[in-house]
């Protein structure tokens, strides 16, 4: 388990903030979904795409949601980064996209 995923951990401790892994799902859920709300306001729904605008504060919302349900699923977050790296590296080495085509 990397620093990052320890810490939300932590913190999810300290302030009793345990939850069931399908309510960190729907946290993580939503906070993408401000995200892509963020991205359609600052583009202008998509009219202006290089005027992006995205609060570093709102992806660390997303990146703490994500620890978070990794933690609620006893998932090592590094590990399952690497995992899918690794497939990307083999569908890039394949197919020369990392999408899986499906």
Known sequence: ????????????DDYDLETPPEFR?????????????????????GESPADIDLESDELGDVLFAALALADSLEVDADAALEEALEKYERRMDDAETPGSGE
């Open 1 to 12: 388990m990397d620093d990052s995923q320890e810490a939300v951990a932590e913190f999810v």
């Open 25 to 45: 799902l729907l946290d993580l859920v939503s906070e993408v979904g401000e995200l892509a709300k963020d991205a359609n306001a600052s583009t202008d729904y």
